[in-house]
C-alpha cells in the first residue's frame, strides 16, 4: 500500500497552484488531457522543473515528441532541460526487435508489453520523484484493444503506487475522437483538463479546469491561461467570497465641492459608481477629477483604458488641469491600455487583482463598460463576472468607477446594461440646449450608499477642470434629451462663481 501523507507539491505555476489549493497531493497519478496545442507539454515541463528547483530527480517519458522537439519548446520558453531526464521511446530495435521474431502473439501485444517494461526498466534506474508520461494516446494506438489498454494504465498506477513517485500522464485525445475517457478519469486521483477554443475573430481563448481532485477543495469552474514565454500563465476566477478586508467606510472625495455635494461628500470606499451618458458629454473627465483628487492624497489609483489610446487620454486630461503626468511618474497612477481582441474576462479580474494586492490600489477606472463588452463578445455571463469582480473590489474598500456610454447623442437614450445590478450609484450626464448652445447637465440617479442630491445641475468641463452649476429650475425635460427653458436670458453658469 502506498505511504499515506496530505503533503502536497507544487506544479510550478503559481495560478493552478492556487487552484489546486497549494498544489497536487504528492505521490498519485494525475491526467491532463486536451487537444493537441492546449498547453500540456508547457505544463509538463513545468511540472517537472519545479521539481528540478528542489533538486529532485524528473523523468521525461515521451512516446509523441523527439528530445529535439522538447528541446525547441524548453527553449522558446527561456528554460534549459538540464537536470530533466528525457526517455525517448520511439520506433527503436528494444521495442520492435522481439515483435519481429516472434510468430505466437500479434505484434502489437509484444511492442506494447516492451514498451511498459522499458518504462519500468527506467524508473528503476533513474529512481525519480516526478514523472510525466507523454502521451497515452500512443499507448491506445500500440494496445489497439480497449480492455488491453485500460488493464495497462492500470498496471502502470499499481507499479507507481508504492515508489512514492508523482505521476502526470499526458492525453492529447486524438485517439478517443476528443471524447474524454471516463474509465481513465475514474482510474487516476486527479483529472486537469485544457482547452482551446477559437473565436470568429481575436487571439484563441485557452482555459482549464480540474475535473477531480480526491481530498481536495479545489477551485471548481473554468479558469483563463495564456501561453507566453516563461510557460503557462493561470488566471483563477475570482471569487469575492472570504476575501474580505477591514477598511473605513467613507466618502471619497473628487476635489470639486460642488460635485461632492451631490453625493453628500462623495461615493463611500467599497461601492462602485457607473458615470453614463452619451459620447463627449464629460464621463471620463468626471472620473479623472476623482482619480487626481485621490493621488493628491497619496492613495495608488489604476485606469483601464478600453476605448481610448492613452496618450489621447493624458493630453486631453491635461488641457483639462488634470496634471496626471506626475501622478504616473511616482507611481501612484498606473494607466494600462487593454488590447480588446487579446484579453480574456478570467486576465482582465487577475490584473485587477492584481492592482489591489500588490498596489494597494485604492481607485480603479474601467473605461468603458461598453469596450469591456464589445472586446468578449463571444464570452458567457461577462456582467456576472463583472459583478463577482465588483463585489470583489467592495469587500477590499476599493472606490470603482465604471463608464458606460449610452446609445445615442440626443433625445431618447439606452443602454443594454442592468443598472441596478451593476452599480451602487449612478451618475447620469446628459447634453441639452439653451439659448443656440449646447449644454451638459448632471445628476444623481441612485445611491445606495447615502444620500444624494435630487436636483439637475449644469456641468461644464474646460480648461479650468469640471464645474458643477446651480439647479437647472428653469427648465423642464432635460433628461428626456428635448428640455424646455421658461426663463429668464440671463447666463447660465458662465456668468456665475462657482467651487472647486
Wanted: glycine share 10%; with cysteine; charged share 20%.
Amino acid at each position: 500500500m502506498p505511504h499515506k501523507t496530505s503533503a502536497t507539491l507544487s506544479v510550478g505555476n503559481e495560478g493552478l497552484d492556487l487552484i489546486l489549493k497549494d498544489g497536487l497531493p504528492v505521490h498519485r497519478l494525475y491526467l491532463v488531457e486536451g487537444t493537441p496545442g492546449a498547453g500540456k507539454t508547457t505544463l509538463g515541463l513545468q511540472f517537472l522543473l519545479s521539481g528540478v528547483t528542489n533538486q529532485e530527480s524528473v523523468l521525461y517519458v515521451t512516446l509523441s515528441e523527439t528530445a529535439d522537439e522538447l528541446e525547441s519548446v524548453a527553449r522558446s520558453h527561456g528554460w534549459s532541460l538540464d537536470g530533466i531526464e528525457v526517455f525517448e521511446l520511439s520506433q527503436t530495435d528494444e521495442i520492435f526487435g522481439a515483435a519481429a521474431e516472434q510468430t505466437i502473439l500479434h505484434p502489437w501485444e509484444a511492442e506494447l508489453g516492451n514498451t511498459i517494461k522499458l518504462i519500468q526498466q527506467r524508473v528503476e534506474q533513474s529512481k525519480p520523484t516526478r514523472v510525466v508520461f507523454d502521451s497515452l494516446s500512443e499507448m491506445r494506438l500500440l494496445a489497439q484493444d480497449p480492455l488491453r489498454y485500460r488493464r495497462q494504465v492500470l498496471a502502470l498506477k499499481q507499479y507507481f503506487a508504492g515508489r512514492n513517485i508523482t505521476v502526470l500522464l499526458v492525453d492529447d485525445l486524438t485517439t478517443s475522437h476528443g471524447e474524454h475517457d471516463n474509465h481513465l478519469h475514474s482510474i487516476c486521483h486527479g483529472v486537469i483538463t485544457l482547452e482551446r477554443l477559437t473565436l470568429d475573430f481575436g487571439a484563441a481563448r485557452r482555459r482549464l479546469q480540474v475535473q477531480k481532485l480526491r481530498g481536495v477543495d479545489f477551485v471548481a469552474g473554468y479558469h483563463d491561461f495564456v501561453i507566453v514565454k516563461g510557460g503557462l500563465h493561470v488566471f483563477p476566477r475570482m471569487m469575492a467570497g472570504g476575501q474580505h478586508s477591514a477598511f473605513q467606510l467613507e466618502p471619497v472625495a473628487s476635489g470639486v465641492a460642488a460635485l461632492d455635494l451631490l453625493l453628500a461628500g462623495g461615493p463611500l470606499r467599497g461601492t462602485s459608481t457607473l458615470i453614463t451618458g452619451p459620447a463627449g458629454s464629460g464621463k471620463t473627465t468626471v472620473a479623472f477629477a476623482y482619480v487626481a483628487a485621490a493621488c493628491e492624497r497619496g492613495e495608488c489609483c489604476t485606469v483601464y483604458e478600453f476605448d481610448e489610446r492613452v496618450g489621447t487620454l493624458l493630453r486631453r486630461a491635461e488641457a483639462m488641469g488634470f496634471a496626471l503626468q506626475k501622478y504616473i511618474a511616482s507611481g501612484l497612477l498606473n494607466v494600462e491600455q487593454i488590447n480588446p481582441a487579446e484579453i480574456s474576462p478570467g486576465e482582465f479580474s487577475w490584473r485587477v487583482r492584481t492592482q489591489v494586492e500588490a498596489r494597494n490600489a485604492r481607485v480603479i477606472v474601467i473605461d468603458s463598460l461598453n469596450g469591456y463588452l464589445a472586446a468578449m463578445p463571444q464570452e458567457q455571463q461577462l456582467i456576472l463576472q463583472m459583478h463577482e469582480m465588483l463585489s470583489y473590489l467592495a469587500q477590499h474598500g476599493v472606490a470603482t468607477f465604471l463608464i458606460n456610454a449610452q446609445s445615442g447623442l440626443i433625445g431618447t437614450m439606452t443602454t443594454t446594461l442592468n443598472i441596478s445590478y451593476v452599480a451602487d450609484t449612478v451618475i447620469l450626464i446628459r447634453f441639452f440646449e439653451a439659448q443656440g448652445r449646447l449644454r451638459k447637465a448632471i445628476s444623481v440617479l441612485k445611491n445606495r450608499g447615502g444620500a444624494h442630491e435630487d436636483a439637475i445641475r449644469e456641468l461644464n468641463i474646460d480648461s479650468q477642470g469640471v464645474r458643477v452649476g446651480e439647479p437647472l429650475t428653469k427648465f423642464k425635460g432635460v433628461l428626456t434629451g428635448t428640455p424646455e427653458y421658461f426663463g429668464s436670458q440671463e447666463p447660465l453658469l458662465e456668468g456665475r462663481p462657482f467651487g472647486r
